[in-house]
């Protein structure tokens, strides 16, 4: 029983240092002028993981089209740009969880990732949210910001 207790307590903190390691503004922060405007052929997918002390430590590439865009980690989000059409995001920890989802030119669209039991790992899956819930629940996340590694990375 502690050795189970102690396993929940080190989550716990695991979890709460990673939503605290992210430096950028909360989504409730951002406004329209620190949000780039969108080309007009193209279509912004957010994509997001609330605080949970599930999975906390799991982290994993999130990929759209084949392309890594970023990584899916507890209590961030970050966006990107991409041309109008239908896209595939895939994630994948020790198995690949896919959602297809159809963007059009000026349309934004929500990914939440929540993580499941594996056998070894958390399985990371990804779901299109509704708008609403979307930015209800990412109110408090972190913004994670481009890399120069990846130029449609916000």
Same mark, same amino acid.
Not at 47 to 60: C, I, K, L, Q, Y
Not at 61 to 70: C, L, M, Q, S
């Given at each position: 029983?502690?050795? +189970? #207790?102690?396993?929940?307590? %080190?989550?716990? *903190? ?7 390691? =992210? *430096? /950028?503004?909360? #989504? ?6 620190? +949000? !780039? ?5 193209? /279509? ?17 590439? +999130? ?10 980690? =507890? @209590?961030?989000? #970050?966006?990107?740009?991409? !041309?109008? @059409?239908?896209?595939?995001? *895939? ?11 159809? %963007? ?12 499941? !039991?594996? #056998? ?10 509704? !708008? ?12 994670? @910001? ?9």
């Amino acid at each position: 029983m502690t050795k +189970i #207790f102690r396993n929940l307590l %080190l989550a716990g *903190s695991i979890a709460l240092l990673a939503g605290g390691c =992210a *430096s /950028g503004p909360q #989504f409730k922060e951002m406004d329209a002028a620190t +949000i !780039p405007t969108l080309q007009p052929d193209h /279509g912004r997918v957010y994509f997001f993981r609330e605080n949970s002390f599930v999975g906390a430590a799991v982290s994993a590439v +999130i990929n759209v089209d084949g392309v890594a865009v970023g990584q899916s980690l =507890a @209590g961030q989000y #970050f966006y990107v740009d991409e !041309p109008a @059409g239908t896209h595939t995001v *895939s994630v994948k920890t020790e198995a690949e969880n896919t959602v297809t989802l159809s %963007l059009a030119a000026g349309e934004t669209k929500y990914v939440r990732t929540i993580v499941t !039991p594996g #056998f070894i790992v958390g399985h990371v899956r990804p779901y299109v949210e509704t !708008p609403e819930t979307a930015t209800k629940d990412m109110k408090s996340l972190k913004y994670v @910001g481009r890399t120069d590694s990846d130029k449609n990375l916000h």
